[in-house]
């Protein structure tokens, strides 16, 4: 009679717990039809209330309240509930209820029995987070816009659209450090645009100032991608920065005997020398009158390398935009000089004058062919309309004035 006794009690608190799972089971059930149906919110939304019910009497009833599979179903319910509010005030408790019920599932579960459970309300988490950082970057809430994505980030650590959200709002809120860990992980992923991220990347390391990072970024960069224009044009400025230009310009005459017919390798060397030429110019205004002629000399030498760096450039393409450009800024650049200075000349210098102007007109008309050849290659750069404006002020030729004024006036706003 007592084993009698026993096996009914046994059989008796198996059939309690069993009813008290049906409960979790029809939460489970009516989730994964809201799930089937996400697409139909008119059908996916009733069961979704109906998992929410169903799991809540789970979460009050006794023997399921510590059931590692309740909290990962809560946190599913809960989850989506939250995605799916758009206001912020009555969706944040739904989230929080998730947030808490996915880590008492990570806590209880430690078999791993509901592992498919926990990563799919993990996901719906984080899209949580995700689409809270959109509004709050829009909004221009950068900090809070990063805590947003850091937290999508974690849940979906190989994601590149976490971490370079997460970089990006790092960046905008000038927490540098948090962007260059991103953007460096950013690099080690098969992100489609990973090729740009190491000149973002440089210029992060630049404006928290570590040239150091930033050079080795870009010295990285080019071994992936050697004919990348704004990486080498990065490298050659930090170089200069740093005072290597005579390493960075033998760097780039050794690669030019290895690759003669290389374009690029001639547009970059022009680039050092121009870079090294305005530097000296923009020393001169600020120079004693002793050390002028030598900075002038300095920046005249510099540009006429640059030209015939530029010119052998264009050899190899006659139609190679920022050479024919660059090409016509260091030969106008002269010009601009002579013409000032002509127009320094006291009055009763007549002749000089002339002379000086003769020289002026003269060199303005040698840049004339590369600086009408860049507008013809790109008609919508500023750079190449404001030089070749630039000449027609030289040749005081009023008519061109006025229609390259137009044409710099219709150029779209940045």
Same mark, same amino acid.
Request: glycine letters at 4%; a positive charge; zero cysteines.
């Given at each position: 009679?007592?084993?009698?006794?026993?096996?009914?009690?046994?059989?008796?608190?198996?059939?309690?717990?069993?009813?008290?799972?049906?409960?979790?089971?029809?939460?489970?059930?009516?989730?994964?039809?809201?799930?089937?149906?996400?697409?139909?919110?008119? /059908?996916?939304?009733?069961?979704?209330?109906?998992?929410?019910?169903?799991?809540?009497?789970?979460?009050?009833?006794?023997?399921?309240?510590?059931?590692?599979?309740?909290?990962?179903?809560?946190?599913?319910?809960?989850?989506?509930?939250?995605?799916?509010?758009?206001?912020?005030?009555?969706?944040?408790?739904?989230?929080?209820?998730?947030?808490?019920?996915? @880590?008492?599932?990570?806590?209880? !579960? $430690?078999? =791993?029995?509901?592992?498919?459970?926990?990563?799919?309300?993990?996901?719906?988490?984080?899209?949580?987070?995700?689409?809270? =950082?959109?509004?709050?970057?829009?909004? =221009?809430?950068?900090? /809070?816009?990063?805590?947003?994505? !850091?937290?999508?980030?974690?849940?979906? #650590?190989?994601?590149?659209?976490?971490?370079?959200?997460?970089?990006?709002?790092?960046?905008? %809120?000038?927490?540098?450090?948090?962007?260059?860990?991103?953007?460096?992980?950013?690099?080690?992923?098969?992100?489609?645009?990973?090729?740009?991220?190491?000149?973002?990347?440089? $210029?992060?390391?630049?404006?928290?100032?570590?040239?150091?990072?930033?050079?080795?970024?870009?010295?990285?960069?080019?071994?992936?991608?050697?004919?990348?224009?704004?990486?080498?044009?990065?490298?050659?400025?930090?170089?200069?920065?740093?005072?290597?230009?005579?390493?960075?310009? !033998?760097?780039?005459?050794?690669?030019?005997?290895?690759?003669?017919?290389?374009?690029?390798?001639?547009?970059?060397?022009?680039?050092?020398?121009?870079?090294?030429?305005?530097?000296?110019?923009?020393?001169?205004?600020?120079?004693?009158?002793?050390?002028?002629?030598?900075?002038?000399?300095?920046?005249?030498?510099?540009?006429?390398?640059?030209?015939?760096?530029?010119?052998?450039?264009?050899?190899?393409?006659?139609?190679?935009?920022?050479?024919?450009?660059?090409? =016509?800024?260091?030969?106008? %650049?002269?010009?601009?000089?002579?013409?000032?200075?002509?127009?320094?000349? #006291?009055?009763?210098?007549?002749?000089?004058?002339?002379?000086?102007?003769? @020289?002026?007109?003269?060199?303005?008309?040698?840049?004339? #062919?590369?600086?009408?050849?860049?507008?013809?290659?790109? #008609?919508?750069?500023?750079?190449?309309?404001?030089?070749?404006?630039?000449?027609? @002020?030289?040749?005081? !030729?009023?008519?061109?004035? $006025? &229609?390259?004024?137009?044409?710099?006036?219709?150029?779209? &706003?940045?």
């Amino acid at each position: 009679m007592k084993i009698k006794f026993l096996m009914v009690g046994i059989l008796s608190l198996i059939s309690a717990t069993t009813f008290a799972q049906k409960d979790v089971n029809t939460a489970q059930t009516e989730f994964e039809k809201y799930e089937g149906l996400r697409t139909q919110p008119a /059908l996916a939304i009733p069961s979704l209330n109906k998992a929410k019910e169903a799991i809540d009497k789970a979460v009050a009833n006794a023997k399921t309240a510590n059931l590692p599979k309740t909290y990962a179903v809560k946190a599913n319910i809960y989850g989506s509930l939250a995605e799916l509010d758009t206001v912020a005030t009555t969706s944040l408790p739904l989230f929080t209820a998730a947030e808490e019920a996915l @880590k008492k599932a990570k806590e209880l !579960d $430690t078999k =791993g029995e509901n592992k498919a459970l926990i990563d799919n309300a993990n996901i719906s988490v984080g899209r949580y987070q995700l689409n809270k =950082g959109v509004k709050e970057y829009q909004a =221009g809430k950068y900090d /809070l816009a990063y805590k947003s994505f !850091d937290s999508y980030r974690t849940v979906m #650590p190989e994601d590149t659209n976490a971490i370079l959200y997460t970089g990006l709002a790092a960046l905008n %809120s000038k927490n540098y450090p948090a962007t260059i860990t991103n953007y460096n992980k950013l690099l080690t992923t098969k992100y489609s645009k990973v090729e740009s991220v190491y000149g973002e990347l440089a $210029t992060v390391y630049l404006a928290n100032k570590d040239t150091t990072g930033a050079l080795k970024t870009v010295t990285d960069g080019l071994v992936k991608y050697p004919n990348n224009v704004d990486l080498r044009r990065t490298e050659i400025e930090i170089s200069l920065q740093q005072g290597k230009q005579k390493e960075v310009l !033998d760097k780039i005459l050794s690669a030019i005997a290895n690759d003669p017919k290389n374009k690029d390798l001639y547009y970059y060397a022009g680039l050092v020398y121009s870079q090294v030429g305005d530097a000296a110019a923009q020393k001169i205004a600020k120079a004693t009158a002793a050390s002028k002629a030598a900075l002038q000399a300095e920046k005249d030498q510099n540009f006429q390398k640059a030209a015939e760096m530029y010119k052998k450039a264009i050899e190899i393409d006659a139609n190679y935009f920022e050479a024919n450009l660059n090409l =016509g800024y260091v030969i106008i %650049s002269p010009a601009i000089d002579a013409y000032n200075a002509a127009n320094k000349l #006291p009055a009763n210098q007549q002749k000089a004058y002339e002379a000086a102007m003769a @020289k002026a007109n003269a060199q303005f008309d040698l840049a004339k #062919p590369y600086l009408l050849k860049a507008v013809e290659l790109n #008609p919508k750069s500023y750079d190449a309309l404001n030089n070749l404006l630039t000449y027609y @002020k030289g040749k005081k !030729d009023t008519a061109n004035i $006025t &229609k390259l004024n137009a044409q710099i006036n219709a150029l779209p &706003k940045n």
